[in-house]
Every structure is written in C-alpha cells, then in structure tokens.
C-alpha cells in the first residue's frame, strides 16, 4: 500500500476518534496566548480533582502554537495523572489522551505512532462493546469534551452545556459532572444578561455543586457572586467567608471574592484581594480587567461624593486613578485582544481623561471585531450612542446607535435600557420641535415595542399628517 493511501486510511479513523482534534474547539489564534496562560494557572493554582482534562488541553494548545514536542511533554503528564489518581478509571479516561497522541503522532509526520495509539483505542472500544472500533458512548467522555468547551470561551459554552447535560443523564449525583454543569449555567447567565431570570435555573446548580463537593472553595465562590446578584448579598458574603478560610485554589477564590466586594462597595478591600492574587498570576486578563473595574469604581465614589463636579484635590485624585484604570485595562487587552468589554470599560476612561481621540479609536476598532456575539453588539451600540449623545454631543448619531442595539432582538438589559434612553432623547427632541417626523415615528416605533399600540398609532398618524402637509 502507498504511503498516501496508508495516510488516508489513517486520517479516516482519526476522524473517528472523540478527542480535542475532533470536538471543533472554536479558538481565534489571537486568543491563544490568553489561553494558554489561563491553563497554565489552572495546573499551578487551581486545587481540583478534576485535572487530567486540562493537561490534555494544554497538549492541544501547545499542538496550535506549532510545539508538538512540547505538547507531547503535557499528554506524558496527563497520562501520569490518570495512573496515580484517577486509576480505577483509567481505561476510560485514557481514551481521549490516545486519541490526542495520534493526531499529534500524525501531525508530526509518525504513521506508525499514530497506528499504535489508534490500537490502544480499538482495543479499549472492543473491551467495552462498543459498536464503532474508535469511540465508547461515555459519560466521562461527554464530561470531559463539556470542561474543554467550558475553557475555550463563549462561542462554546452551548455545547459544554449540552455535554455536561448528557453526562448527569447517566450519572446525576457525579460530582465532576455537576460542577461543570454549575459552572457552565453561571457563564451563560453572565454572557447572556436576560433582563428576567429564574433564580432556582441559576443557583440550583451550583447549590448542589456545592453540596457534592463540599470542600471546593472555588464553586462555593461562584455561588457567592450568584446570590450577590439576586440581592441575597449576607448569603452570598458567608460562602465568600468559607471559601476565603480555605487555603483550597486560593488564587482563584481570590478573584471572585474581589469582585463580591467591588460589588457590594468595599473597594479597597477587592483591590487588596486583586493585588495579592496578581503576584501568582502576573498575565491574568480576568485580574487586570477587575484591578482597572475598581479604579473606576473609586473614580466614580469621588465624583459622586463631590457632587459630581470634582475640582482640587478630588480632580487631581481622579486623572491619578483614571490613569491607574487605562494601564490595567490595556495590560489585559494585551494579554487577550478578544476581550469585548474591556475595551468598552477603556473608552469610558479615556472619556474620563478628555482623550476623544483614543476613544474614537476604541470604539472603530470594535466595530470592525467581525465575531462579536449579538449581546455584546447590543453593549457596544448602546455605549456608544452614550457616547455620542453626551460627549460628542450628536444625538442623531445616538439615536442611530441605540436603534441598532434595540433591533437585535435578543431580550438584554442593555436592550431595555437603550429603548428607555431612546425614548428620553426622543422626548427631549420633540419639546423643542413637535414636528420633527423622523423623532414621531421612533416614539411610534418604542411605544409599538412596549405594547402601548393606541400611542403608537397617535405618533405614526401624526407623522404622516405632517410628510403630506
């Protein structure tokens, strides 16, 4: 047989495999650096018995950064793991690190290597019955492909629900399964920021995520911030105390306790949490971005505290911190160019320091950011036509841009708010001209969507009263 052929044939049963080469892993190459480094603070700070997955997704990562050897070093790695702690289960679990040295093994050119790791799996398949010679029905398996989804960002999150979903089937009391499942449910309800959500959709996993594993610091963290948000804050704040007395991913359960505390007001208190956690984890995006939310948090505090009409000393105080909040916001868009809401965070404080300019540039650079999810568009347009209307002082630019962010029919606060805001300006426009035709038939259009369909008319009829006068 011909070396093509011998390839082809190789290639067609890789495909077969369930592994990080065929799970359709959705990672730009700009947000691998960001990636890897988050995986690699996982391996050191994260305490988790759940962490032979995350070997092999280092292994894959170090696969797209063109380092096989290396990558080779991580699957070594997890192997080891799964020998030492997870060993009862190890001919599951190894399917998926045999699967990805073949892919690697055929990557490299290594047919034979790749043909011996392919026989491994068919051996393994065979031993449980499976009817396809390279893939067993498993719910390690749906687990394990759900925690790899979980880490490569957003555009995943759907598909690491519905595998975690599909592992609990089997195995509802599984305390790996249920963290995922907990973790996946909190992201989601944070990505999509649905005006109305259920409270027992949200919490009750991670509630029983956290009954199952009782000593893990960090889900106990994420349940915090998860009552925090339907103000149960004295709830939230005893499980951010537990977590805090466990020296259990310290590093991690720093991070969220610093953001219930931002949250709740304590600003020196989240940044104290912040700073401590940023000697571990120097490059940590997640941590600059919340340093650079606290800076604007006190920005706003001495404003607020000045009547917002800061001068002296306040003012002084405040170019000094805005500065503070522009360095960290650009540390973490350096370490992840991906990251949507900070560059909005970084406009609003280059508006803070006058600097019109950067902000143009921000906002343009945003617009041409061609894979931006519905609700971060609806952010974007929204904090934009802020921006226009008040330092800009354009409101039919505004009123332009929070239009677009209303006509993405995705159920948001951010959509409620820019049809409330809308509204205003509209208001606003219509006082100092009632017959301005183009502002009659955007009230029309805002009371059609609130339901209010007999002032909706009375606008549009008034409207075509006047374009026939």
Not at 222 to 233: E, I, M
Not at 295 to 322: C, F, H, L, M, S
């Amino acid at each position: 047989m011909s070396k093509n052929a011998d390839e082809d044939q190789i290639k067609a049963r890789l495909e077969q495999l369930r592994c990080h080469f065929t799970w359709k892993l959705l990672i730009k190459d700009t947000e691998l650096p960001d990636l890897e480094n988050r995986v690699f603070d996982e391996i050191e700070f994260l305490d988790t018995k759940f962490n032979v997955g995350i070997h092999n997704l280092l292994a894959y990562v170090k696969h797209l950064n063109g380092q096989n050897k290396e990558a080779l070093e991580s699957l070594k790695e997890a192997e080891d793991l799964i020998q030492t702690e997870h060993a009862s289960q190890s001919d599951v679990s190894s399917l998926v690190i045999w699967g990805n040295y073949a892919w690697l093994y055929y990557h490299m050119g290594r047919l034979s290597d790749a043909q011996i790791y392919l026989d491994k799996v068919e051996t393994t398949c065979k031993k449980f019955g499976s009817p396809s010679c390279y893939t067993v029905e498993s719910p390690e398996m749906d687990s394990e492909e759900g925690w790899a989804l979980l880490k490569c960002g957003g555009k995943n999150y759907e598909r690491a629900k519905a595998c975690f979903e599909k592992a609990l089937e089997v195995d509802p009391e599984n305390p790996e399964f249920n963290t995922g499942y907990a973790i996946v449910m909190y992201r989601l309800d944070g990505f999509t920021k649905a005006p109305q959500t259920d409270e027992a959709y949200c919490l009750q996993p991670l509630e029983r995520a956290v009954r199952l594993n009782p000593e893990d610091a960090y889900i106990k963290a994420l349940l915090a911030l998860k009552l925090q948000d339907f103000r149960r804050d004295a709830e939230g704040e005893k499980y951010i105390e537990k977590a805090l007395t466990n020296t259990s991913s310290q590093t991690y359960v720093f991070r969220y306790a610093a953001k219930f505390y931002r949250r709740k007001g304590s600003i020196d208190k989240a940044l104290h949490l912040l700073k401590t956690a940023l000697q571990a984890t120097p490059s940590s995006s997640f941590l600059h971005h919340q340093i650079g939310l606290c800076y604007r948090a006190q920005v706003i505090q001495i404003k607020r505290a000045a009547n917002w009409q800061p001068r002296g000393r306040d003012r002084e105080n405040i170019n000094k911190i805005t500065g503070l909040a522009i360095s960290h916001f650009e540390f973490a868009l350096e370490q992840k160019p991906t990251f949507d809401i900070a560059y909005i965070h970084l406009a609003d404080m280059y508006i803070e320091a006058g600097d019109y300019t950067k902000t143009d540039d921000i906002y343009q650079k945003m617009f041409r950011m061609t894979s931006l999810e519905d609700e971060k568009l609806q952010e974007l347009y929204f904090h934009y036509g802020r921006y226009q209307e008040y330092q800009r002082k354009s409101e039919v630019t505004a009123m332009i841009y929070y239009l677009k962010a209303i006509k993405i029919e995705k159920p948001t606060f951010v959509r409620d708010k820019s049809i409330t805001v809308l509204e205003k300006l509209v208001l606003k426009k219509l006082r100092r001209d009632a017959a301005d035709i183009e502002s009659l038939s955007i009230l029309g259009f805002i009371y059609k969507l609130k339901g209010e369909m007999n002032e909706a008319l009375e606008c549009y009829e008034q409207a075509l009263r006047l374009a026939n006068e």
